[in-house]
């Protein structure tokens, strides 16, 4: 059981790419959908979340402005939609279903997340 993300790949800085995340574990109105990434030689860090009721979101300072979240309940799955994209984005993304609470006030731990994808590969260079 997992979580499958697809819509990575190679763009030039100050390009845009829609990453997908879908699963039939997924469960739009019940879990809060995060995305995580992890550039080579670095720790894995939380990028954002979407609440359950599709309304409340979070992102990470380095991606506010630039990145963006949605979700197409018919086809059970969430796109983040980045913008403006600079070669620090670079990294493996990973989309997660959690169990907890999405809120701008409230900063997203993995630890709450239970479920994972293997991660699409996003490069940012010229």
């Known amino acids: 059981l997992q979580l499958v993300e697809s819509g990575g790949g190679l763009v030039q800085p100050g390009g845009s790419l829609r990453l997908s995340c879908t699963g039939s574990?997924?469960?739009?109105?019940?879990?809060?959908i995060g995305w995580f990434r992890q550039a080579p030689g670095k720790e894995r860090e939380a990028v954002s979340c979407?609440?359950?009721?599709?309304?409340?979101?979070n992102f990470a300072d380095s991606v506010k402005g630039r990145f963006t979240l949605s979700r197409d309940n018919a086809k059970n799955t969430v796109y983040l939609q980045m913008d403006m994209l600079k070669p620090d984005d670079t990294g493996v993304y990973y989309c997660?279903?959690?169990?907890?609470?999405?809120?701008?006030?409230?900063?997203?731990?993995?630890?709450?997340?239970?479920?994972w994808g293997k991660g699409t590969q996003v490069t940012v260079s010229s």
């Open positions: 574990e997924l469960l739009l109105d019940r879990h809060v």
């Open positions: 997660a279903r959690g169990s907890t609470l999405c809120s701008a006030s409230v900063p997203i731990h993995s630890e709450y997340y239970d479920l």
């Open positions: 979407l609440g359950t009721s599709g309304g409340r979101t």
